[in-house]
């Protein structure tokens, strides 16, 4: 396991590939930063937001 500390405006996950990407948040991510993530994942990418009060942008837990 690899931790990167940026911004999520300066997450490149096409840098990753064959990887998972788990998002940690300290607050809730604005809905900018949560369609980032969900065009992310339908590209192909696998990215896991992870916040006590959120699920991954796919659906998921």
């Given at each position: ?41 339908q ?19």
């Amino acid at each position: 396991m690899d931790i990167l500390a940026h911004s999520l405006n300066q997450l490149r996950p096409e840098l990753f590939p064959e990887s998972t990407l788990m998002v940690w948040c300290g607050e809730a991510p604005c809905s900018t930063q949560v369609n980032q993530m969900r065009l992310w994942e339908q590209q192909g990418q696998i990215i896991w937001l992870n916040h006590a009060t959120a699920t991954s942008p796919g659906g998921g837990a």
